[in-house]
């Protein structure tokens, strides 16, 4: 089992920053891919962008590409996200989810979940 953790959520103006962690622990050695989910009220949850652990390959929804940065601190088990340029319309709880398995390409799959972050953008 792997346990993830998020931190890092709250309000910010439009325009802004912030960055989101997420702290793994258990069998991270068994992680292949970890990435970030976000759940906006009454919309289904969307992928935003995930990073290969070992060699640190990355992928990113077109939503969000050029605006937001996945990196990871293997020492710490640690994964990011930073938020920039932020919009009304990236409100929405921030999730982080990790996978021990399956083709790199694909955005499903994924085993472990947090409990995760709201992040809140005000226009």
């Known amino acids: 089992q792997v346990q993830l953790v998020e931190s890092g959520g709250g309000l910010v103006q439009a325009g802004g920053s912030l960055r989101v962690s997420c702290a793994a622990s258990?069998?991270?050695?068994?992680?292949?891919?970890m990435g970030w989910f976000r759940q906006a009220p009454g919309k289904e949850r969307e992928f935003i962008t995930q990073?290969?652990?070992?060699?640190?390959?990355?992928y990113y929804a077109d939503s969000v590409k050029g605006r937001f940065t996945i990196s990871k601190d293997n020492a710490k088990n640690t994964l990011y996200l930073q938020m920039n340029s932020l919009k009304p319309e990236d409100t929405a709880v921030y999730y982080c989810?990790?996978?021990?398995?399956?083709?790199?390409?694909?955005?499903?799959?994924?085993?472990?979940w947090g409990q995760g972050t709201q992040v809140t953008v005000s226009s």
């Open positions: 990073i290969d652990w070992i060699n640190g390959r990355t």
């Open positions: 258990g069998r991270t050695f068994s992680m292949y891919v």
């Open positions: 989810a990790a996978r021990s398995g399956g083709l790199w390409i694909v955005t499903t799959g994924y085993e472990y």
